[in-house]
Structures are given as structure tokens and as C-alpha cells.
């Protein structure tokens, strides 16, 4: 079981390192990418706490809103089209499609990881910051959209 924790929170952190050594903008794209998160997961809480009405995976995350979910992808979204069309001077079209790939797979680890929990019948993760489900409970959205940014950015040649 250790090894798979492991490879869970390891694999998606070489993507980062894969990202950050990158040339030339290795650096941008990977804070640009570590800030779309943020703002996703900021912009899904405070829009699905405030406002959210539509229920969005219940069984997994009994607080998540359809609204706050919107909301997370096109805080995701704003931040790319800032930092890849506005910083790196890279087409919007680009940037929208890692903004909505970004927002769709910070959520998508965030319930990857709820879905874990229940399995394992746990409320937190680990009790090292108490109150906020365990580190793994911070960590869960950042996991995946590195893969993703850095598939993308290689295949379309975006890094050169």
C-alpha cells in the first residue's frame, strides 16, 4: 500500500519537475499551472458555498455544487488565457483548452481523492492539519493537471 501512495503522489510531481526543467519557460508554465489550480479550487468554493443550489457528486462530496464547479474551470481558465496568451504569447485558443483542462482535472482529483476516502471509510486523510481533511486533502486537486499541461504543451510543441 505504501508503494501506491507513493506512486500516487510521486508520479504526478515529476510532471511538475518535467514542466519547471522545461526550456525555454519551463518556470512560468509551471507556476501558471499551480496558480490555475488555486483559482479553481477558490473560485468553486466561493461561488458553490455561496451561491451553489445543483448538487454535484453527492455521494462522493455532499458540498459540491454543480455552480461551484463552473465557476472553478473558468477561474482555471482566466488564469491560463493571463499567463499563456498574456505572459507567454501563446494563441488563446491554447489557452482555453489548458484553462478547461486544468479546472476539469484539479475537480477531478479533488473527488478522486473524496471517493478514496469513503472507501477507506476515513473523514481526513491524516490528522496533521486538522480540520482540513489531512495533507492529502490539500494536495488532491494539484495532482493531475500537470500531466495534462505537460502532454499538451509537448504535443502541440508549445514549450519551444
Given at each position: 500500500?505504501?508503494?501506491?501512495?507513493?506512486?500516487?503522489?510521486?508520479?504526478?510531481?515529476?510532471?511538475?519537475?518535467?514542466?519547471?526543467?522545461?526550456?525555454?519557460?519551463?518556470?512560468?508554465?509551471?507556476?501558471?499551472?499551480?496558480?490555475?489550480?488555486?483559482?479553481?479550487?477558490?473560485?468553486?468554493?466561493?461561488?458553490?458555498?455561496?451561491?451553489?443550489?445543483?448538487?454535484?457528486?453527492?455521494?462522493?462530496?455532499?458540498?459540491?455544487?454543480?455552480e461551484?464547479?463552473?465557476?472553478?474551470?473558468?477561474?482555471?481558465?482566466?488564469?491560463?488565457?493571463?499567463?499563456?496568451?498574456?505572459?507567454?504569447?501563446?494563441?488563446?485558443?491554447?489557452?482555453?483548452?489548458?484553462?478547461?483542462?486544468?479546472?476539469?482535472?484539479?475537480?477531478?482529483?479533488?473527488?478522486?481523492?473524496?471517493?478514496?476516502?469513503?472507501?477507506?471509510?476515513?473523514k481526513d486523510?491524516?490528522?496533521?492539519?486538522?480540520?482540513?481533511?489531512?495533507?492529502?486533502?490539500?494536495?488532491?486537486?494539484?495532482?493531475?493537471?500537470?500531466i495534462?499541461?505537460?502532454?499538451?504543451?509537448?504535443?502541440?510543441?508549445?514549450?519551444?
Open positions: 500500500m505504501g508503494v501506491a501512495g507513493a506512486l500516487y503522489i510521486g508520479m504526478p510531481f515529476n510532471f511538475y519537475l518535467l514542466l519547471y526543467t522545461s526550456k525555454p519557460n519551463g518556470l512560468v508554465w509551471t507556476l501558471f499551472t499551480i496558480f490555475a489550480v488555486i483559482a479553481c479550487d477558490a473560485a468553486a468554493l466561493l461561488v458553490g458555498s455561496r451561491i451553489g443550489r445543483h448538487p454535484f457528486f453527492v455521494a462522493i462530496s455532499p458540498n459540491k455544487t454543480v461551484g464547479a463552473i465557476a472553478g474551470v473558468v477561474g482555471a481558465v482566466v488564469v491560463m488565457v493571463i499567463g499563456v496568451s498574456g505572459v507567454l504569447g501563446i494563441s488563446p485558443i491554447h489557452a482555453l483548452v489548458l484553462g478547461f483542462l486544468v479546472g476539469v482535472s484539479a475537480q477531478i482529483g479533488d473527488l478522486v481523492e473524496s471517493q478514496m476516502k469513503r472507501l477507506a471509510d476515513v486523510s491524516s490528522h496533521l492539519i486538522p480540520g482540513h481533511g489531512g495533507v492529502l486533502d490539500r494536495l488532491d486537486s494539484i495532482l493531475f493537471p500537470p495534462l499541461v505537460y502532454l499538451y504543451v509537448t504535443v502541440f510543441h508549445l514549450l519551444s
